[in-house]
């Protein structure tokens, strides 16, 4: 089970960018599928989730109304469009897959078995 994360780059504030997070080895469409984000010096953090088979999404809130999340199961992705970019959204930017992940610990990176290697958003203000 393997993860790739791609699309990071720098950017204005005001500008967007689409992350991906591609899979292979396993049936995407049956994972749990997140992106976490991690600043300099801080915690990694919830960005935002879609479900297996529902599609539903689950969003934190300084993201929310600015950030989607969707995946294409026929191509083994899930984007992440982030518009309206801040400053404070610079960070190193996980994508995360899991079969198991319960509802009530979709937003905790423990919850997760499988991580793509990260990659890096930076907006400048």
């Known amino acids: 089970v393997q993860l790739q994360a791609s699309g990071g780059g720098l950017v204005q504030a005001g500008d967007s960018l689409r992350l991906s997070c591609t899979a292979s080895g396993y049936t995407f469409s049956q994972y749990v599928v997140s992106w976490f984000r991690q600043a300099p010096g801080k915690e990694r953090e919830f960005v935002a989730a879609?479900?297996?088979?529902?599609?539903?999404?689950s969003y934190e809130d300084s993201v929310k109304g600015r950030f989607t999340i969707s995946r294409d199961n026929a191509k083994n992705t899930v984007y992440l469009q982030m518009n309206s970019l801040k400053p404070e959204d610079t960070a190193v930017y996980y994508c995360?897959?899991?079969?198991?992940?319960?509802?009530?610990?979709?937003?905790?990176?423990?919850?997760?078995?499988?991580w793509g290697q990260g990659t890096q958003v930076t907006v400048s203000s």
């Open positions: 879609i479900r297996r088979s529902s599609g539903i999404t």
């Open positions: 995360a897959a899991d079969r198991g992940v319960i509802l009530s610990s979709i937003r905790e990176s423990r919850a997760y078995d499988y």
